[in-house]
């Protein structure tokens, strides 16, 4: 008796730690893209690969700010989980959105996660499912299947009008880069 507790506890843990893991290769996957930014971001991607967080942080930033959705999303994760940076959900969510708002899938999916359970911004079950939505239908292969789980489990959480109203957000949804509008909040 003992011992299966013990086992669904440690199953317990290696749950979160399996899922960041994934997480932490999606976005390595994310920047092995062709027409990735060479140096800064290489670099960058070189010293997440190789743990070395704190070193990664400047070379992310730089071209976080310079707009790159690649290194926002980087920079979301790394704050959101602590990583090199005190752990901070609203900057967390500031990357994010600014990634998902260019249509990184991997940003999308991590900021509807956000959105899920309400860490850096206010908790939007509907939201949660336009990203999640989003990121599912712009992300490639096992990627795809993952991001897709992961929508739906939040779907069970809406009623039918709510599905339906993030069906109709997630289809009129368009790219930043597309749009001639004013500041997010102004978005929708």
């Not at 249509?103 to 996660?113: A, F, M």
């Not at 860490?119 to 939201?127: I, L, M, R």
């Not at 997630?170 to 929708?188: E, K, N």
């Amino acid at each position: 008796m003992i011992a299966t507790n013990r086992n669904a506890h440690d199953g317990a843990l290696r749950a979160p730690a399996n899922r960041r893991l994934a997480l932490a290769l999606a976005l390595v996957g994310v920047c092995l893209a062709p027409g990735a930014k060479a140096d800064a971001l290489s670099a960058g991607t070189r010293a997440f690969a190789r743990h070395d967080y704190v070193r990664a942080v400047p070379f992310f930033l730089g071209e976080a700010e310079r707009g790159s959705p690649v290194a926002q999303t980087y920079l979301g994760y790394m704050y959101q989980y602590g990583l090199g940076v005190p752990r901070d959900y609203v900057l967390a969510a500031s990357w994010l959105h600014q990634a998902a708002e260019q249509g990184e899938p991997t940003g999308q999916y991590l900021l509807g996660l956000l959105f899920d359970k309400g860490y850096g911004v206010p908790q939007d079950w509907v939201e949660a499912e336009v990203w999640l939505n989003l990121a599912a239908a712009q992300a490639g292969g096992k990627r795809q299947e993952y991001f897709a789980r992961l929508r739906d489990a939040v779907a069970q959480k809406l009623t039918l009008d709510q599905l339906a109203e993030t069906q109709r957000r997630a289809s009129a949804w368009t790219p930043i880069a597309s749009r001639s509008v004013g500041p997010l909040s102004g978005r929708y």
